[in-house]
């Protein structure tokens, strides 16, 4: 059995001290074979390619999250397109499968909505100027985030990351083609949504993802999370779809190459 781990964040600084030592656990462990290392910055997406390029079975998206912009807002327009071109250098790299994380919050960052909006189009363009799909953050935003994929259309589509376990997210998400990544939360005994969320999204369209070193699924939950504990994700869907733990870890496996453009 095969599992694709479709978001990690190995660039975190909670990976600074064992970063390498954890990557080759998690390798030697054996069923965790692809993962993606997400930027969510310049610096982190920078981290993101160069552990992608050291190694074989690691890949990596690069974006500016909504939730790091404050250092382009005293001129976003010129600081934005100076960082706009430095991300598109890096994204032109063989390893870099996507842009992202990319999108809205409005959870942590209420105050600026419209620079995070002016960002979140303006990295669509590049996605699909560089050909690669987006991997979306969003939370307490969702009607603003379908706006925009609706009104700037996303050639090569892309994946909600640790997507929010909401209903109407989910329906028009896949409306517009994208991918739906399960995270940690669906394994939560407080999480109310998580059977209804799952059983809405198709197994051709489901991906799983640990988000380490963050959100940690039960039964590891409060611990730092690594990319082993995605199996969790894959039996959760397994017991909701009432399907064997291989069919999801297969189906999410092919799924994930599909939308990275890695067959
Ligand atoms: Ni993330």
């Given at each position: 059995m095969e599992l694709f781990d479709s978001h990690a964040h190995y660039?975190?600084?909670?990976?600074?001290?064992?970063k390498e030592e954890v990557l080759k656990q998690v390798y030697n462990a054996?069923?965790?074979?692809k993962l993606v290392c997400a930027g969510y910055n310049l610096d982190s997406s920078r981290k993101a390619v160069e552990i992608a390029n050291t190694h074989d079975f690691v890949y990596a998206t690069c974006g500016i999250s909504p939730n790091d912009i404050s250092d382009l807002e005293e001129n976003i327009s010129q600081n934005l397109e100076l960082q706009l071109n430095q991300l598109e250098e890096l994204a032109k790299n063989k390893k870099v499968v996507a842009i992202g994380e990319i999108g809205l919050d409005?959870?942590?960052?209420?105050?600026n909505k419209e620079d995070q909006k002016i960002v979140f189009k303006k990295q669509i363009e590049l996605a699909n100027k560089l050909s690669l799909p987006i991997v979306i953050h969003t939370r307490e935003a969702i009607f603003d985030t379908l706006e925009i994929l609706k009104t700037n259309p996303v050639i090569n589509k892309g994946i909600f990351h640790?997507?929010?376990?909401n209903l109407d997210l989910i329906k028009e998400g896949l409306k517009l083609g994208f991918y739906i990544s399960f995270a940690g939360p669906i394994t939560?005994?407080?999480?109310?949504n998580a059977v209804d969320a799952i059983s809405a999204v198709p197994l051709d369209k489901i991906l799983i993802e640990t988000d380490s070193p963050y959100?940690?699924?039960?039964?590891?939950?409060g611990t730092r999370n690594n990319?082993?504990?995605v199996i969790y994700m894959a039996q959760k869907i397994a017991d909701v779809k009432n399907l064997k733990l291989e069919q999801v870890a297969n189906a999410t496996y092919q799924n994930a190459q599909t939308i990275f453009k890695l067959l």
């Open positions: 660039n975190d600084e909670k990976f600074n001290e064992d054996g069923s965790v074979t409005y959870y942590w960052n209420k105050e640790c997507c929010p376990l939560f005994k407080n999480s109310k959100l940690a699924p039960e039964p590891k939950r990319s082993a504990n």
